[in-house]
């Protein structure tokens, strides 16, 4: 944990750092009064050590920066007289929105940039952006953007799956940035889903259109079209959906059609967040197609009863593991 925070304190001090990175600096920050004045005396010899050399590599500024932190340490340790050169920040607001109800956090940082991120739970959460922009955020979640995106470009990060229905502005495109990646739109609707690392992206079109792109590739969609890309194998791939059906998830409703038995765990598993093991193998490896819905004020037990009684299986539930015969 040690090296990690060291290793997003040389980015933030070179205004290198992620929208990530920044929200789990703020979380660090926040554990302790000892953490605030940690920064603040490694900021001080940061710009002291740097504002002269300004070409210097980073890493080799901090190893720097650390051994003559070290050394002073040796020769006044009981001073302890670190002075804050500058005082120059921005307010990072971390805006998380669990079970509907925003919470705010607040820390001065070394950045002209000043972070937004919605972060939601295990509900769904709906907000608007600055310019007018609807967002919806399926379960677990985030998105963030900075004080810039009301400038000539609207740019988010995202994480989880999001929908969003762009307020048109042809003077300022909206960009949803997913590492190399990214989508780019005017005015429209429609969603993206990526995991955790953006190796796996799925983007779906409502109305209007949408241009994906990757770095190799870029592709325009038009409505009730889904692309999934595939960062590792540099692949996309585009199908013809119902758009409608695909973005249910926003009111609260998962449906699924034609769905193999083991596409369905799966994504049981995923919307409750629970691990279910299926014993049976005849039932992973059948044919057999299910089609029905299920709502987000339904739990998990009793649309397994549902499945249970349609199909004749039995389930039970163990230590928070739901297991199907």
């Not at 042809?170 to 739109?185: M, S, Y």
């Not at 889904?226 to 009111?251: C, F, P």
């Amino acid at each position: 944990m040690e090296n990690n925070i060291n290793s997003i304190i040389i980015r933030i001090l070179n205004k290198e750092a992620s929208s990530d990175e920044i929200i789990e600096f703020s979380q660090w920050l926040n554990l302790s009064e000892e953490n605030l004045q940690e920064f603040q005396r490694l900021k001080s010899y940061w710009n002291a050590d740097i504002s002269y050399e300004s070409s210097q590599n980073p890493i080799d500024a901090w190893e720097k920066m650390m051994k003559k932190q070290e050394e002073k340490k040796k020769v006044d340790d009981h001073k302890k007289r670190f002075t804050l050169i500058t005082k120059i920040a921005a307010a990072l607001l971390l805006m998380i929105g669990i079970s509907s109800l925003l919470y705010f956090q607040k820390h001065k940082l070394y950045l002209k940039e000043t972070f937004y991120t919605y972060l939601s739970d295990e509900h769904i959460f709906q907000a608007t952006l600055p310019d007018g922009t609807k967002i919806t955020l399926n379960k677990n979640s985030s998105l963030t953007y900075t004080n810039k995106y009301t400038g000539k470009n609207r740019t988010v990060e995202i994480k989880g799956e999001v929908y969003f229905d762009v307020l048109k502005d042809n003077q300022k495109p909206f960009t949803v940035r997913l590492g190399e990646a990214n989508v780019q739109v005017l005015g429209t609707s429609f969603s993206v889903k990526t995991n955790e690392d953006h190796s796996e992206i799925t983007t779906t079109l409502l109305t209007g259109s949408v241009r994906f792109q990757s770095p190799d590739q870029q592709i325009t969609l038009s409505p009730n079209q889904q692309i999934s890309y595939r960062r590792g194998e540099n692949h996309m791939a585009i199908h013809t959906v119902d758009a409608m059906e695909e973005l249910l998830w926003k009111d609260g409703i998962i449906k699924y059609r034609s769905t193999s038995f083991r596409d369905l765990i799966n994504l049981l598993s995923e919307q409750f967040e629970v691990e279910i093991v299926v014993n049976n193998q005849k039932l992973l490896n059948s044919r057999t197609r299910l089609s029905g819905k299920f709502t987000d004020e339904q739990t998990i037990d009793e649309i397994l009863e549902v499945i249970s009684r349609s199909m004749s299986v039995n389930w039970n539930e163990k230590n928070g593991t739901y297991y199907i015969q």
